[in-house]
């Protein structure tokens, strides 16, 4: 593996155990708050905050036209995750965090073979094969051992 990858590999890494500690502080919030809508809403804010801040750090400072000729989905990115943080506040509790993760997980590899397939969202076409079959397969195993264990 080329050093220059190993960087952004870490970085992934700490962000899955991020994630991970996402969902049982999102439910604390939704116990709380009587509602895992209102937690992810708070987690949100917060959330958002942080970024600000990290933005405003960073200087760099765009000019509005250069967001004029998106495409009308480029915006839509945070509903997904509010979504998933939405619902992981509300399952987490119900199925544990390993089988959350876990099917989470297999629900993105799934869409990411799709999306990779048809070359979506400005994405280098990469098609399905055996290889990328037998890989999804395995992490589906992979959530039923965790679920049924």
Request: hydrophobic share 60%; proline share 7%.
């Amino acid at each position: 593996m080329p050093t220059a990858a190993l960087f952004p590999i870490l970085l992934v890494f700490f962000a899955g155990g991020m994630i991970a500690l996402q969902a049982p502080t999102n439910a604390i919030l939704a116990r709380a708050g009587g509602s895992p809508v209102l937690a992810a809403l708070i987690s949100f804010a917060v959330g958002t905050i942080a970024l600000l801040a990290a933005w405003i750090a960073s200087g760099n400072r765009p000019s509005p036209s250069t967001f004029s000729g998106l495409p009308p989905y480029a915006w839509i990115g945070g509903i997904y995750g509010a979504v998933y943080v939405a619902v992981a506040a509300f399952a987490a509790p119900r199925i544990g965090l390993a089988a959350l993760i876990t099917i989470g997980i297999a629900g993105q590899i799934v869409m990411a073979l799709f999306l990779d397939h048809v070359g979506a969202l400005g994405l280098a076409r990469e098609p399905i094969n055996l290889g990328r079959i037998a890989g999804a397969f395995l992490v589906v195993a992979g959530v039923i051992l965790v679920r049924r264990s």
